[in-house]
């Protein structure tokens, strides 16, 4: 039975390849319409062959299993909690003088909260900082530093079994020395859509968010006014996951051990240079090469690398239109990666780029992506450790055809996915095989379903037509 449907694909892809999907005329006769069913039928059996190999194969099983990996396989070399450094600030060590319930004051400023939660003010006396300045935009930054005291506001909640939130119990003592991130200020007004409301250079005029991430919001189904929706910024999650950050139950690290205010100190650094594209690699390059380091301090260093300003190439489209820019620092990045010795820092390495992927690849022009495509294709081969192989395959996945529009030639694409399912027949490895062949069905899946796109658009034409 998986041989026939491997040989339906093989022939299928063939087909593809060579063009069987040719535009119909668009002549209105009946036998046009027959024709345009046929093919879709055809299409709709072949789609069916497809989703049969993956369960007759194991590969849904193997899908959930690499999931869970990535998600759960922790890379960096160590056993300290992680702790962010973002560009933006918004971290700080303190200690905390006092502890009360705000529950009424919540509410009031923020309606949309949910009252059968608890709202806990935290007042925390800052001991040090690592930026001069947090951002804010608008209006203008806010400056913190040691001596401070910083009003924190946290949500106990937690999401039972069932999905309902309910109240937690307080995390929070006098006299805890915290190091506490991903710090979100709301003016204590409720007024956050007015830019005044930011004018305040008043710390105290500010409730400093931290973030429950076991309640979370999604914007579109959440109200504005509810504090929990503003406590979560979506590009952080791209840094917290490549920093491999433990977010629960809050962003905070109790008692941060000396080696983690240490590296905090180091990496600093990184803001103190120029803010030259140039002068910042080097820096990476420098640190991430340092055999004198510890292997997760060179690990943590490569994050950095997405930090350094871009080319105005990269910023300003219409200088280099199609991606150009954008696909070569990344295959600069890779190749970058190529020439480390460690394993596990190219793995760690896959992954960082990963986290922080925006999509441009998938949009930039053919030539751009091929130029990514083989930076990216020497970290599959036999020869390379499993853990870097299974990052090369799941960036292969989630930087190629995860947003579901593949944005090159369609004959490359149907080429491509020929050669990855050669490859993915030939795979021992779980996790490496279920990327891989999540990479060339759903390739073969989405043109299948453009191509019934347009044949349902032909013979709704031809149904007006015949009216």
């Known amino acids: 039975m998986r041989e026939w449907i491997l040989w339906i694909v093989a022939i299928t892809i063939g087909l593809w390849t060579q063009g069987a999907s040719a535009q119909p005329n668009e002549s209105a006769s009946a036998n046009l319409r027959e024709q345009l069913l046929q093919q879709k039928a055809a299409l709709e ?36 909690p992680q702790a962010p450094l973002p560009p933006h600030g918004y971290i700080a060590l303190v200690k905390v003088e006092a502890v009360r319930r705000v529950d009424s004051e919540v509410l009031r400023a923020y309606p949309g909260s949910r009252p059968e ?11 040090k900082v690592w930026h001069k300045e947090w951002l804010h935009d608008p209006p203008k930054p806010f400056r913190v530093r040691a001596g401070n005291v910083l009003p924190l506001l946290w949500v106990a909640c937690k999401r039972l079994r069932d999905g309902r939130e309910v109240a937690a119990d307080s995390i929070w003592q006098v006299g805890q020395v915290c190091l506490v991130y991903e710090l979100v200020p709301l003016p204590k007004s409720g007024d956050y859509l007015s830019t005044a409301s930011y004018l305040s250079e008043n710390l105290s005029d500010y409730w ?21 929706y503003h406590a979560k910024t979506i590009f952080s999650q791209r840094y917290l996951q490549a920093w491999e950050v433990v977010q629960e139950p809050t962003r ?21 240079l120029p803010e030259e594209r140039s002068v910042r690699l080097a820096w990476v390059k420098q640190r991430v090469q340092d055999k004198s380091l510890p292997l997760w301090k060179r690990q943590r260093a490569l994050v950095y690398w997405f930090f350094a300003p871009e080319e105005k190439e990269t910023r300003f489209k219409d200088k280099e239109p199609g991606g150009r820019a954008y696909a070569r620092q990344q295959a600069e990045y890779l190749t970058f990666l190529q020439g480390l010795s460690e394993p596990l820092l190219q793995a760690y390495g896959l992954r960082v ?7 441009r690849i998938y949009q930039s022009s053919l030539e751009a992506f091929e130029v990514w495509l083989s930076a990216l294709e020497p970290f599959l081969a036999k020869d390379r450790s499993v853990e870097v192989r299974r990052e090369a395959a799941a960036a292969l996945y989630y930087c190629l ?8 030639a369609r004959g490359r694409a149907l080429a ?3 050669a990855v399912r050669s490859q993915w027949e030939q795979e021992s490895d779980r996790i490496v095989r279920a990327y891989l062949g999540r990479v060339w069905m759903e390739i073969l899946l989405e043109d299948i379903d453009r191509q019934i796109v347009e044949i349902n658009r032909q013979l709704q034409e031809l149904e007006r037509a015949g009216r």
């Open 353 to 359: 780029m990963l986290r922080f992927y925006s999509g």
């Open 117 to 127: 939660l608890h709202y806990y003010e935290v007042q925390a006396r800052v001991l």
């Open 401 to 408: 055809v995860y947003p579901a529009r593949w944005g090159v």
């Open 45 to 80: 059996q072949q789609k069916e062959a497809i989703l049969e190999l993956a369960r007759s194969s194991g590969d849904v099983e193997r899908d959930m299993e690499a999931r869970d990996y990535l998600e759960t396989r922790r890379l960096t070399q160590t056993n300290l």
């Open 252 to 272: 905070r690290i109790v008692s941060p051990p000396a080696e983690v205010l240490q590296i905090l100190d180091e990496e600093a650094r990184f803001y103190q």
């Open 208 to 228: 400093w968010v931290l973030d429950t991430p076991e309640c979370w919001r999604i914007p579109r189904w959440s109200l504005p006014d509810d504090v929990l």
């Open 416 to 418: 491509y996915a020929e």
